[in-house]
């Protein structure tokens, strides 16, 4: 009975102990290369509506007494496919030409594509943040004016072309600050431009 008793604690102690070693562990940081690979870089064909609005529909942060965000539309899309969680962002490669802000002509389609899902019901009852990025070539300050102007391209594209309000879109330039691909200092996945939802 006492040799019962004995192994019975030893047994509960040294599980207590697991979970308390378990639950003290630090957690794992992602590497930049495993994070690249969470949010990759969607390009033509990738760009899709149902992929943006997957990618950028966020849990709502303001939820009720039931439990439902207020003024929060059907998690649904127009088919009645659910809509999960994503991530909150999504990477696109909209390309311009060297030192310029002017979007070339094949990318306006995909931010075309970005403007319905942004008024896509989901979508509708969040803000963005428009993050231009550019590669490392050439000094950070020019890079960081160069990857401003062209993510208020990107946002002033929006507004006037497909009526976005202004008030749900900010403008941020990154500079090179945060390559996709740092052992490729020219890689075009470093030159793009990065929505992020932002919780209202």
Do not use: C, W
């Amino acid at each position: 009975m006492q040799i019962t008793r004995t192994n019975t604690l030893t047994t509960g102690l040294v599980g207590a102990l697991l979970l308390m070693l378990a639950l003290s562990a630090p957690a794992q940081v992602a590497s930049p290369s495993a994070a690249a690979s969470a949010n990759p870089v969607l390009k033509g064909a990738q760009v899709t509506e149902d992929a943006l609005v997957d990618a950028l529909a966020i849990e709502p942060a303001n939820t009720g007494a039931s439990g439902a965000m207020r003024g929060f539309r059907p998690a649904s899309k127009p088919g009645g496919a659910p809509v999960k969680a994503g991530p909150g962002r999504a990477s696109l490669l909209i390309t311009f030409a060297t030192n310029s802000t002017e979007l070339a002509g094949e990318t306006q389609g995909q931010v075309d594509t970005l403007a319905r899902a942004l008024q896509s019901d989901t979508l509708a009852g969040f803000s963005f943040r428009v993050e231009g990025h550019a590669d490392a070539r050439g000094d950070a300050g020019s890079n960081q004016r160069l990857s401003q102007l062209r993510a208020e391209a990107v946002m002033a594209y929006l507004t006037s072309k497909h009526g976005i309000l202004p008030e749900r879109l900010t403008a941020v330039g990154k500079g090179s600050s945060e390559p996709m691909n740092a052992a490729r200092v020219d890689a075009p996945e470093n030159r793009r431009v990065t929505i992020v939802t932002v919780r209202n």
